[in-house]
């Protein structure tokens, strides 16, 4: 059974930074596409970043573009989110996800078979 596991949420000040981790058990990591995703309250789930296993470039959300970077360390089966110049607008709970690994990048809900159970970031202003 395939799990997901998040981590390193919290609260935080409005331009800091958090590092979130996503560890992965039960799967083949390096056959999945590894995203992430962020919930607000009274929103839909939206994508944030997504990169492939295969090593293609990462591909964001324009709102996270050049302050968020995602990597993934295939030895620990682990991927991270890195968070930086963080705005109150990135408050949300942070899930990532597992696809399967195939061309083009994932950036819909329904393409993703495995999801974890989701991390609260709060970002005060």
């Known amino acids: 059974q395939a799990q997901l596991v998040e981590s390193g949420g919290g609260l935080v000040q409005a331009g800091g930074s958090l590092r979130l981790s996503c560890a992965a058990s039960?799967?083949?990591?390096?056959?999945?596409?590894m995203g992430w995703f962020r919930q607000a309250p009274g929103k839909e789930r939206e994508f944030v970043t997504t990169?492939?296993?295969?090593?293609?470039?990462?591909y964001y959300a324009d709102s996270v573009k050049g302050r968020f970077t995602i990597s993934g360390d295939n030895a620990k089966n682990t991927v991270y989110l890195q968070m930086n110049s963080l705005k109150p607008e990135d408050t949300a709970v942070y899930y990532c996800?597992?696809?399967?690994?195939?061309?083009?990048?994932?950036?819909?809900?329904?393409?993703?078979?495995?999801w974890g159970q989701g991390t609260q970031v709060t970002v005060s202003s």
């Open positions: 990169i492939s296993r295969g090593g293609s470039q990462p």
């Open positions: 996800a597992a696809a399967p690994a195939s061309t083009g990048w994932k950036t819909r809900e329904y393409e993703y078979d495995y």
């Open positions: 039960g799967l083949m990591f390096s056959r999945y596409e």
